[in-house]
């Protein structure tokens, strides 16, 4: 994967986690105080003010053929069921519509700082997973969108998302704008921190379970991270046998729960073991050595989330030396990134998509999956993960005004902090400055952003009725 830098003035942003061409040690960095002070300059051309801007334009694409675009490609027959979660809720088109929003963000004013970015930051994308050391940490955790881009991307999607939540939770307008102030003054003041931590430090930066009871104050948010940690300890590999799996003669296979887990035909069941067979080299040496012993016994479709409804996504089972020795995997169709046409246009930038989430999730992630692998399956390129891997997330549904507003400010942490990994923290430290400006317009932002939200849910939603889009 080739490591373009982004130019801001004369200065060198290197937005990818590999640099494989342009890393060297012996090329001096540009002095931190010299980095603080170019994204400071940079509020004459783009104002903190400037980030709270949206109007809709004569120009702006329409929404319904953006999100029939994003159908292209597709399984067909699983289309419905993405309208029918997208038409659920403004909350669930927000994950839905990334493609849309994108087209949207893309025209609004931006600093040029591109650190790697999640590129699909709302709310619902933070959550629990298993460190290597089995250890429960929250961070982000879905990366599909992963690329370099603008910082002020994923703050404004995420400050859109809370602001919907919120509303969607029954809080006032002013509750809904406490939450968000919490989450930008959090990703504001720690970013301006972690710019004048050593790189070295700053990258072991992460947030467990048990310092993240003691970093929310709210009492109900800390009961709700006890139950949401205490399920997410037992989504693993041994206690899904049960559930996913029964006894059928040969051994041991996936349950089959159309249209949502469906059986393979021999021949793509087989495209997909070689998939795996390639995958391993894609592992560390250790881990692929582990993994080489268990064996393949069973592979099915699952239908994932939202935005992912109708791509490609496989469950694979895995066999060790006796039967309750189990590892799920995850097969997940990998396309080009929403962020990605506005950065480098239409010329593809990474020869893999899998790999780029892959590498990208490694970047902004303190810990991740060691199974973290990709591969190509007939043309189509997936990355592939644990299954079970103690994921969860805490339920933004039942959060309380001020709980959101607690949860806000954890999931602000924790984006600085995966920006700051990457590149760009001293810039964007100097540019967001010390004032609570950046607060002020990122609010008039998600008041705004949630409304036309509201009105393009509705648009998909008569549409779904008028039978313009499956249901």
Not at 82 to 99: D, E, K, N, Q, T
Not at 203 to 211: I, N, P, T
Not at 326 to 338: I, P, Y
Not at 423 to 428: D, K, L, P, T, V
Request: charged share 25%; hydrophobic share 40%.
């Amino acid at each position: 994967m080739d490591a373009v830098p982004e130019r801001v003035g004369s200065h060198e942003v290197v937005p990818t986690a590999d640099g494989t061409d342009y890393a060297s040690l012996r090329r001096r960095a540009v002095p931190r105080r010299e980095r603080y002070l170019l994204g400071k300059q940079l509020r004459h051309d783009t104002p903190r003010s400037s980030l709270g801007e949206w109007k809709t334009t004569t120009d702006r694409p329409r929404t319904l053929a953006l999100i029939d675009a994003s159908h292209r490609g597709r399984i067909e027959s699983l289309v419905p069921v993405r309208v029918g979660r997208m038409v659920a809720s403004p909350y669930g088109f927000l994950r839905g519509s990334a493609i849309v929003m994108a087209h949207d963000l893309a025209m609004l004013p931006a600093t040029g700082i591109r650190p790697v970015i999640c590129g699909d930051a709302h709310l619902g994308n933070f959550g629990f997973y298993a460190s290597p050391e089995r250890d429960l940490v929250l961070d982000l955790n879905d990366f599909d969108e992963a690329h370099p881009g603008g910082w002020e991307w994923d703050v404004r999607r995420l400050t859109a998302s809370i602001w919907i939540a919120g509303r969607q939770n029954s809080a006032t307008e002013a509750q809904c704008g406490s939450a968000v102030e919490s989450c930008v003054a959090m990703y504001r003041s720690h970013i301006r921190w972690l710019a004048e931590q050593p790189l070295l430090a700053r990258s072991f930066e992460r947030l467990d379970r048990d310092r993240l009871q003691t970093t929310a104050s709210n009492k109900s948010l800390r009961k709700e991270i006890k139950r949401s940690a205490k399920r997410a300890r037992r989504r693993v590999s041994d206690r899904a046998l049960p559930r996913f799996t029964e006894e059928a003669k040969g051994g041991r296979r996936i349950v089959t729960e159309p249209p949502l887990i469906t059986r393979l035909p021999e021949v793509e069941a087989e495209q997909l073991a070689q998939g795996l067979d390639d995958y391993l080299d894609t592992l560390p040496s250790h881990w692929r050595r582990m993994l080489s012993g268990y064996t393949l016994v069973d592979v099915a479709h699952k239908v994932v989330g939202v935005g992912s409804v109708g791509l490609r996504a496989y469950v694979a089972l895995l066999e060790g030396s006796s039967p309750d020795d189990v590892v799920f995997l995850q097969l997940k169709q990998a396309r080009r990134s929403v962020v990605a046409p506005f950065v480098h246009g239409d010329s593809a930038w990474h020869d893999h998509q899998g790999r780029r989430v892959v590498e990208y999730q490694q970047a902004l992630q303190t810990v991740s999956d060691p199974l973290l692998g990709w591969t190509t399956v007939e043309g189509r390129q997936y990355y592939v993960r644990q299954f079970r891997n103690m994921k969860g997330a805490i339920a933004i549904d039942h959060l309380s005004p001020s709980a959101l507003t607690d949860y806000a400010g954890i999931c602000g942490r924790l984006l600085a902090k995966g920006h700051a990994r990457t590149s760009g923290a001293s810039m964007i430290a100097g540019y967001v400055g010390k004032s609570d400006r950046l607060e002020t317009a990122l609010c008039n932002f998600a008041r705004a952003y949630a409304d036309q939200t509201e009105i393009d849910h509705g648009l998909m939603v008569e549409a779904a009725a008028n039978g313009k889009l499956p249901l």
